[in-house]
């Protein structure tokens, strides 16, 4: 080696020793987390409880969100031109019927003249208590039509389903409309998250057993980031979070939600968060301050960071779509929001959801899909018969300020359904590795895997390497089984492993824990879309895997320089430490933090978390350079 060479050799160790010492130095802007934790098994009995608790908590916000999306649909027929023409009505809810096959009954009351008109959507046999409760919900909503209110019935049973009825007017109170629902999509969740947090033996079939052990017993932590429900930098402006001096009465709770115009309050711990249908902050704080006895009254805000000298907290993108602003506690939490301002996402990043398939007539997700493949039986669609590979799909790209549904995490990148699982929501390697090759060798930049087994299959890791090897990036969810057992593909080095975190930033119970644990995202409670023009909440590692594919996907529209590798290292670097300091195995390098990995992406052209590995990178090609030269005299 000549003396230039190899003095070109020494500087660049040189350069090299000064990055590493300089990213050892803490960083003051970064949060500290402090947590303990207790070594002590969980018992069999109490993992159950905290399934279940999980699953109720789904099927709530399920509930929910089906009676927030039927009682906009209502609301835009009663706001068309020709509501006092029957025949146009009943031609609306017929082609609305087309798309939401859960709406099973509609009735059209023309107020001023008492005269209604009704389209039985579904044809059925209902017994003689079956009808009385029918008419006895439907009497009420006509009453309720009448005096000027609108309508909701609470959930009723109808041949073992569940129902209800919802009843909307019209600006102008002459026109009104009533929907009975059929809230089957509450089966359909139920049915899902026991397979999905494993609270059965999955598949039934018996090909496998799926084997669960108990993880430790996690401690509370104390949240510093970005992101708080109730400390944060912007708020609502037609709520307000009120602490009584005096624990209200619930006839108290109904005066003030009648008197403000809005609904019956939601309560986090002490407090009560109130919304107005027709009052703004400054009007309900004055109303609480002369008419109420209060510890304190101050605004519903969304993040903790508040440095009006940070251009990025003065401008946080707050979508218009139905569910976010109460149910999609997960995109502020990893600070998607602020990131929008860096990255939305782009067209040319696909991001391939390897999975049951989607709904490809998903009103939330129209325009978002690129053609995919049907491993399963190629002759026909990636249509998702499971419900899984849809709520993946929404999570990642659901169409942002709509006005309706779900705000996916990006905005543009396009979303390739790759269906590998079958019927049962289960699938073999082959198809799984033929899903990923596919999706490689037809422009995924991303693939997304919320699937999972624990056999390390060669032939998998084959098509892993295949697709990591092409420069493709991949995610996968480690698993619902809370057992330390490495899951595959998650736990290939090739890939990003993803466990779950609740919305307190505490592991999720039921997450598989482990030395190859990558990052966490929010997996607990999360809104999304659902087949047939439906929104469901489902828990589980693989609604947290989908939050970083689209971070991924919002970081190669970027940047699109960066390499796989860079992308996954540089998510690492900037999670949310979460657990004992540094990498652990319960939430491996913290939570993802789409702002600050945005932050890092925009650095010139190569982050400077990431020079280190570009100066490794130069160093040994000046090696191989200078010993090729070497053999070469």
Known sequence: ?????????????????????????????????SYEAQKKPLPAKEEGHFKQATITGDLNSTDQFSRMDAKQHLQIILKQDKIHKPDQIIKSVKDHQRTHDHFEKFIWYDLKNNKESVV????????????????????????????????????????????????????????????????????????????????????KEGKFKVESVHSDTLKDITVKTGHDNEKA???????????????????????????????????????YVFRSDRMDYKALHTYFSEKWSTQYAEPHFMYLTNDSNDPFTENVNIPNDLLFSEYQWNLPAIETNRGWNLSKGSKDVIIAVVDTGVDLNHTDLAGQLVPGYNVVDPKKDPEDDVGHGTHVAGIIGALVNNREGVAGVSWYNKIMPVKALDGSGSGTTYAVAEGIIWATDNGAKIINMSLGNYADSQFLHDAIKYAYDRDVLLVAASGNDNTERPGYPAAYPEVLAVGATNQDMTRADYSNYGDYI????????????????????????????????????????????????????????????????GKDKYFGNGQVDVFRSLQAADYQSRPIQLWPQNVLQRLQQELQRTNNSDNNK
């Open 1 to 33: 080696m000549n003396s230039r060479r190899l003095w070109s050799v020494i500087g660049t160790v040189a350069v090299l020793g000064l990055f590493v010492i300089f990213l050892m130095i803490p960083d003051p802007n970064l949060p500290e987390h």
């Open 233 to 271: 930098s912007h708020f609502y402006e037609n709520e307000i979070v009120i602490r009584f001096s005096k624990e209200p009465t619930e006839k108290e709770l109904k005066q003030i939600s009648k008197e403000i115009s809005g609904e019956i309050p939601r309560k986090l711990g002490y407090a």
């Open 120 to 203: 039985n959507i579904k044809e059925r046999n209902w017994s003689t208590q079956d009808k009385q409760q029918i008419q006895q919900h439907l009497k009420r909503a006509h009453q309720n039509l009448k005096a000027k209110k609108s309508y909701e019935s609470p959930k009723f049973n109808l041949s073992g389903e569940p129902y209800f009825v919802i009843a909307e007017l019209s600006e102008d109170h002459k026109y009104g409309a009533a929907a009975m629902i059929n809230l089957k999509v509450l089966k359909e969740v139920t049915n899902h998250q026991k397979r999905n947090l494993r609270m059965i033996p999955y598949p």
């Open 518 to 581: 990558d990052v966490t995202a929010p997996g607990t409670n999360i809104a999304s879309t659902y087949p047939g023009n439906q929104y469901a909440a489902l828990s589980g590692t693989s609604m947290a895997s989908p939050h970083v594919a689209a971070m991924a996907g919002l970081i190669r529209s970027l940047n699109p320089e960066l390499s796989n590798q860079e992308v996954m290292d540089l998510m690492k670097s900037q999670a949310v430490d979460l657990g004992d300091k």
